[in-house]
């Protein structure tokens, strides 16, 4: 039986797989390197920002503070690529529209008609408090140097495990590419999809079970990692190449199945004859 053809069997195939494994860790790189100079200035400007005088008219560097009245209270609970929101208003009437990364510590508190204390900078509104809780708003200064380091930390690992399997494709031209080098390329590609649906997957049990992300770690861990094992002992032929197939008749005089690598000619489960 001929095992199914992969772009690992050419040798165009393989730089062209190389050139994104390598692409992928020099973007993060370059990302990596661009923010880190002036990544947290805006977070910096912001901490060192004095209290407005008065409500500032336009887009002014000092921190505003006042009171707000809520409506239009909106729990997202569920689906990861909506924000929470909430409308507030200002005692003069204006309406800002807020959108919230979480649902906590103070939005899922909050009912129709209560008053929180409303940051603006720079003519946004950055964060609200209530019962001695604070809550970012999404228009809230972000470190950007942590967001490029979590972006590496994504995308590093997958370029690594492609640029990994070509290399060594490469470096083994003979023969076809073996089990191995095809499952740690297929890793590469997948493990990007797999870190989304861990990451909505620990952000759900968080909304849904009021939990600290320290409280779930441990347990995530604790169930994902005995499965990655199992899945590696179980797949421990993986450097034989991938048309391998195990010949189950039995040799003369032994217990012990032996493995065949013809793709052709005699039949596959055909016994062993005598001459």
Same mark, same amino acid.
């Given at each position: ?24 860790? %020099?973007?993060?790189? +370059? ?16 901490? +060192?920002?004095?209290? /407005? ?6 887009? +002014? ?5 006042? @009171? ?22 200002? #005692?003069?009437? *204006? ?8 649902? %906590? ?13 409303? !940051? ?11 019962? %001695?809780?604070?809550? @970012? ?27 990994? *399997? /070509? ?10 590419? !073996? ?7 297929? #890793? ?13 997957? &620990? ?24 499965? +990655? ?12 190449? *991938?048309?391998?197939? &195990?010949?189950?008749?039995?040799? =003369? ?8 690598? !013809? =793709? ?12």
């Amino acid at each position: 039986m001929n095992r199914d053809h992969s772009f690992l069997d050419s040798i165009s195939g393989t730089v062209g797989a190389l050139l994104v494994g390598l692409g992928l860790i %020099g973007g993060a790189a +370059a990302l990596v390197v661009a923010e880190t100079p002036n990544g947290a200035r805006d977070v910096r400007a912001y901490e +060192a920002a004095p209290r /407005c005088l008065a409500a500032p008219s336009t887009r +002014a560097e000092c921190r505003w503070t006042g @009171e707000f009245t809520v409506s239009d209270i909106y729990l997202n609970h569920y689906m990861r690529d909506k924000n929470s929101s909430a409308v507030l208003i200002s #005692a003069h009437g *204006a309406r800002w529209n807020t959108f919230y990364g979480n649902t %906590g510590p103070v939005l899922d508190h909050l009912d129709e008609g209560d008053r929180v204390t409303g !940051t603006i900078w720079r003519g946004r509104l950055t964060e609200i408090t209530a019962k %001695g809780a604070v809550q @970012e708003t999404t228009r809230a200064p972000a470190d950007m140097r942590a967001r490029s380091f979590e972006a590496a930390l994504f995308l590093v690992p997958s370029g690594l495990l492609i640029t990994v *399997a /070509c290399v060594w494709r490469l470096l083994r031209r003979r023969g076809d590419p !073996t089990r191995g080098m095809e499952a740690t390329v297929f #890793a590469g590609i997948a493990l990007p999809f797999l870190g989304l649906f861990c990451a909505a997957l &620990v952000g759900a049990l968080l909304e849904l079970l009021s939990l600290s992300i320290d409280e779930i770690v441990w347990p995530f861990a604790a169930v994902l990692l005995p499965a +990655a094992i199992l899945a590696v002992s179980i797949r421990r032929d993986l450097k034989e190449p *991938a048309y391998h197939r &195990v010949d189950l008749t039995h040799v =003369r005089g032994t217990s012990t199945p032996r493995r065949s690598a !013809t =793709r052709g000619g005699r039949g596959f489960f055909q016994r062993r004859g005598r001459r």
